[in-house]
């Protein structure tokens, strides 16, 4: 059986409904499978839509299609991250973490965060490596909260005050109705975020932020509260098993692919890979390799001069190095044969591989990726 529906008999008029999905890519994968048709998406969002529906009746052929298609055109961050995480396109997961790492401040600021699928929030919120203050995750995090909050707000009627003297006022504001209210928010929003208030690192606040940031939206209790200010103030675990008790995430760490790689292979005594880092200082800490080396060194070089050299390297396909690379400078990374017994074996490759990091130039070159980590 092709297709799971709800059809009961066979000669039935009834409309087939097939849950889920849409019309227009339904009629595409009919086409496809018995008109002989190419596809044509109209645009990423259909491409994903149809990336569900042949996913889900595992037409392997037709999934393959669309995993084209969106390795190609889905550049957008809401989009890579939903065929990451909601798709399950794990070839996404470079692209996504690194659209992310480059662009995580205005992201999270924007109108798009705020309609992510919890899924989505979710996963970022797991990120033990994201090159950002946690304070700018919670103020995302609540603004996702408030937007998704069936109930944010209490109405509450407490007639007309204007003739109240100014004192009484404050007081009611302080311990009446308008904190009643503040609690009742707190908790509705509490439990839209349900269990990604786990996720947050609150001991990765100063205490300034946790007080004047956290505390003020009621969402945690008043003993939760105090368990946390005790924690900031003596570095000692909160003890709150339903919250997390993580300090600062690491920093960003991304991987830079070579591509464009043609099959003919060229003999090297030596290769040399230009590094021009941009504005952040970084950590080299791996290189992979696309084929089996033997009998080589590493030097990495500025201005002419080694700055520091590693190996020999035998037999192998990725080593570590570990050195950082100082902002808005260049390097050269050179590999090296000492022995005319050996040989660097390369192809072509393209002369420029980029980021929001770094732009590492070469003509040829054995490297599969470069892993960076930004300082």
């Given at each position: 059986m092709l297709l799971e529906t709800n059809k009961k008999e066979r000669n039935s008029k009834e409309l087939i409904k097939i849950p889920n999905h849409?019309?227009?890519?339904?009629?595409?994968?009919?086409?496809?499978?018995?008109?002989?048709?190419?596809?044509?998406?109209?645009?990423?969002?259909?491409?994903?839509?149809?990336?569900?529906?042949?996913?889900?009746?595992?037409?392997?052929?037709?999934?393959?299609?669309?995993?084209?298609?969106?390795?190609?055109?889905?550049?957008?961050?809401?989009?890579?991250?939903?065929?990451?995480?909601?798709?399950?396109?794990?070839?996404?997961?470079?692209?996504?973490?690194?659209?992310?790492?480059?662009?995580s401040i205005s992201f999270l600021e924007s109108e798009e965060f705020k309609l992510l699928d919890v899924r989505i929030v979710e996963f970022i919120l797991n990120l033990k490596h994201l090159d950002i203050e946690e304070i700018h995750l919670w103020r995302a995090l609540l603004s996702w909260a408030k937007h998704n909050c069936g109930n944010s707000t209490m109405q509450v009627e407490s007639g007309d005050?204007?003739?109240?003297?100014?004192?009484?006022?404050?007081?009611?504001?302080?311990?009446?109705?308008?904190?009643?209210?503040?609690?009742?928010?707190?908790?509705?929003?509490r439990k839209t975020l349900g269990s990604l208030l786990y996720y947050v690192r609150f001991l990765a606040m100063s205490v300034k932020e946790f007080a004047e940031e956290v505390v003020k939206t009621s969402i945690l209790t008043d003993y939760e509260m105090t368990r946390m200010f005790v924690a900031l103030a003596s570095g000692k675990p909160h003890g709150l098993k339903y919250l997390s008790e993580e300090g600062k995430r690491y920093p960003t760490v991304f991987v830079l692919e070579f591509k464009g790689y043609t099959t003919e292979e060229s003999n090297f005594s030596n290769l040399i890979h230009i590094i021009q880092v941009k504005n952040r200082r970084l950590r080299l800490?791996?290189?992979?390799?696309?084929?089996?080396?033997?009998?080589?060194?590493?030097?990495?070089?500025?201005?002419?001069?080694?700055?520091?050299?590693?190996?020999?390297?035998?037999?192998?396909?990725?080593?570590?190095?570990?050195?950082?690379?100082?902002?808005?400078?260049?390097?050269?990374?050179?590999f090296e044969t000492r022995s005319s017994s050996y040989s660097i074996y390369a192809s072509q490759c393209e002369p420029h591989h980029s980021c929001n990091y770094c732009t590492v130039v070469n003509s040829s070159s054995c490297i599969k990726s470069l892993t960076f980590i930004v300082s």
């Open positions: 849409e019309p227009d890519v339904f009629n595409l994968m009919l086409s496809y499978v018995y008109g002989d048709q190419n596809l044509k998406f109209v645009d990423a969002a259909q491409a994903m839509r149809f990336h569900a529906l042949v996913d889900q009746y595992l037409m392997t052929k037709l999934k393959a299609v669309s995993l084209y298609y969106l390795m190609k055109n889905c550049l957008n961050i809401c989009d890579v991250l939903t065929c990451l995480v909601i798709l399950d396109i794990k070839e996404m997961r470079n692209r996504a973490l690194l659209t992310l790492y480059e662009k005050e204007s003739d109240e003297p100014a004192a009484k006022k404050q007081c009611t504001r302080e311990n009446g109705l308008e904190g009643d209210a503040q609690k009742a928010e707190g908790a509705s929003l800490k791996s290189v992979n390799l696309t084929n089996v080396l033997s009998h080589f060194y590493v030097n990495l070089e500025k201005n002419n001069s080694k700055v520091s050299t590693f190996g020999p390297f035998s037999n192998c396909t990725s080593f570590t190095l570990d050195i950082i690379l100082e902002a808005n400078q260049s390097y050269d990374l050179v």
